[in-house]
T-cell receptor, first 116, second 114 residues
Framework: AQTVTQSQPEMSVQEAETVTLSCTYDTSESDYYLFWYKQPPSRQMILVIRQEAYKQQNATENRFSVNFQKAAKSFSLKISDSQLGDAAMYFCAYRSEGNRDDKIIFGKGTRLHILP | NAGVMQNPRHLVRRRGQEARLRCSPMKGHSHVYWYRQLPEEGLKFMVYLQKENIIDESGMPKERFSAEFPKEGPSILRIQQVVRGDSAAYFC????????????FGPGTRLTVT
């Protein structure tokens, strides 16, 4: 069974600085998808970024980028120029490719604090 | 274009009562997923439904929990004889197609069992 591990329960970063959130996963599959979701205090789940495992190039969305290391099964999220609105829980997540398994598997989350 | 809608947003039930949680997927979406989030935990998959069919219920507790997605109307997650351990946030997500397409999440229903 696939698992997702986030080893940092909480992190803090100064506004305008850069922070990296760690995530490792375990799978025997070769094709899959990885995600980072943001959950602000409103509890709404917001997709931040998505990575297809077959793509070697790291995904980027504005100030958010990932470092995807397939061999190491590592998928970290880098937030550049941190803003107060980035304060939230961040969840790393995994999904199998195709119709083998439709569920998304989430890590336990990292709570990110932005210090003004 | 309305997003995934869930109601109620907050639900309080006494032990032994029934809880009914509703989810209306995005327009054009016929695939619905239910997840549960316990305090300080990530979301955990419960069940995946298409219209009138349960596709995967591997995450559903064997007793007291049931889900449906009728041809007309919202998807319903039903919890009978609730216990304190059922207190959690329940999220619904929907997608247009089956497969690795984005699942759009609703705002969740927070269930409190007293």
């Amino acid at each position: 069974a696939q698992t997702v591990t986030q080893s940092q329960p909480e992190m803090s970063v100064q506004e305008a600085e850069t922070v990296t959130l760690s995530c490792t996963y375990d799978t025997s599959e070769s094709d899959y998808y990885l995600f980072w979701y943001k959950q602000p205090p409103s509890r709404q789940m917001i997709l931040v970024i998505r990575q297809e495992a077959y793509k070697q190039q790291n995904a980027t969305e504005n100030r958010f980028s990932v470092n995807f290391q397939k061999a190491a099964k590592s998928f970290s999220l880098k937030i550049s120029d941190s803003q107060l609105g980035d304060a939230a829980m961040y969840f790393c997540a995994y999904r199998s490719e195709g119709n083998r398994d439709d569920k998304i598997i989430f890590g336990k989350g990292t709570r990110l604090h932005i210090l003004p | 274009n309305a997003g995934v809608m869930q109601n109620p947003r907050h639900l309080v039930r006494r032990r032994g009562q029934e809880a009914r949680l509703r989810c209306s997927p995005m327009k054009g979406h016929s695939h619905v997923y239910w997840y549960r989030q316990l305090p300080e935990e990530g979301l955990k998959f419960m069940v995946y439904l298409q219209k009138e069919n349960i596709i995967d219920e591997s995450g559903m507790p064997k007793e007291r929990f049931s889900a449906e997605f009728p041809k007309e109307g919202p998807s319903i997650l039903r919890i009978q004889q609730v216990v304190r351990g059922d207190s959690a946030a329940y999220f619904c997500a929907s997608s247009r197609f089956r497969g690795p397409y984005e699942q759009y999440f609703g705002p969740g229903t927070r269930l409190t069992v007293t």
